[in-house]
């Protein structure tokens, strides 16, 4: 069994530069960021684009995964999307690297559709 911090790392590794480019279709300017967990931020037009990696260590105190999520606001913080495989479920966390790489596969690809429809 990987660690939640394990799995943080390496699906930043594996999946970061997808993430990063993925977003700079929305803005080129991609701000990246490591504090508890690994994120990614894109803003264009007040519209911002917050990519995470979320670890169910820093979110419920407990390691048992890790879940992609991507949140799309507007400025004043209105929610204007949100894509989070199973989130509010017993299946949000993950620590099968195979479920992670389908889940971040899908959040990337309905965040490439959400960008296309920006523009």
């Known amino acids: 069994m990987h660690t939640t911090a394990v799995l943080a790392r390496w699906a930043k590794r594996k ?3 997808q993430i990063f480019e993925t977003l700079r279709a929305f803005d ?3 701000f990246a960021f490591t504090d508890d967990e690994y994120s990614w931020w894109a803003v264009r037009d007040g519209v911002g ?3 995470r990696i ?4 820093v979110n419920e105190g407990v390691d048992e ?3 992609p999520d991507v949140v799309m606001t507007k400025d004043g913080g209105q929610i204007l999307g949100q894509i989070a495989p199973y989130n509010y479920t017993p299946r949000v966390w ?3 690297p195979e479920e992670i790489k389908e889940r971040m596969e899908r959040v990337l ?3 490439s559709d959400w960008i296309a429809e920006q523009k």
């Open 28 to 30: 080129p300017r991609v």
């Open 54 to 57: 979320t670890e169910s260590t």
């Open 49 to 51: 684009v917050q990519f």
């Open 94 to 96: 993950t620590n099968d």
């Open 15 to 17: 999946f970061g530069p």
């Open 65 to 67: 995964g890790i879940n």
């Open 109 to 111: 690809a309905g965040l």
